[in-house]
């Protein structure tokens, strides 16, 4: 994970620090989804360093900074199981605001 520090003045009084993600990309699948997004996630998660790891580094360090988490977009690959699973952990672990990506709502994504 690579941490920017980046400063953006909005107009409001007060500051505001949050932990920016974006495009982590999970590519987690199992069988629940059938074999072939199986393989999808074997295809793709060869393309993405570990989403999972970032998350979990991302978290620890929010809640360290005791601070909100902020995605933008791609937190997941394509949708699966598995994907929407850790996802509910992380939000439920997590003070997070989200928002969708195209790849949020991709079931077989580079196919198309």
Request: proline letters at 0%.
């Given at each position: 994970m690579k941490i920017i520090k980046t400063q953006i003045n909005?107009?409001?009084k007060n500051p505001v620090r949050v932990l920016h993600l974006s495009d982590t990309h999970l590519t987690l699948a199992d069988m629940r989804d059938g074999e072939r997004k199986v393989r999808l996630a074997?295809?793709?998660?060869?393309?993405?360093?570990?989403?999972?790891?970032?998350?979990?580094?991302?978290?620890?360090?929010?809640k360290e900074l005791n601070i909100p988490i902020l995605t933008t977009g791609d937190i997941s690959?394509?949708?699966?199981?598995?994907?929407?699973?850790?996802?509910?952990?992380?939000?439920?672990?997590?003070?997070?605001?989200?928002?969708?990506?195209?790849?949020?709502?991709?079931?077989?994504?580079?196919?198309a």
């Open positions: 909005i107009g409001i074997e295809s793709r998660s060869s393309g993405f360093y570990s989403a999972e790891l970032v998350l979990q580094e991302a978290g620890m360090l929010a690959d394509f949708v699966s199981q598995a994907n929407l699973e850790f996802i509910k952990a992380f939000n439920d672990e997590h003070d997070c605001f989200a928002a969708a990506g195209n790849h949020d709502f991709s079931l077989y994504v580079g196919e």
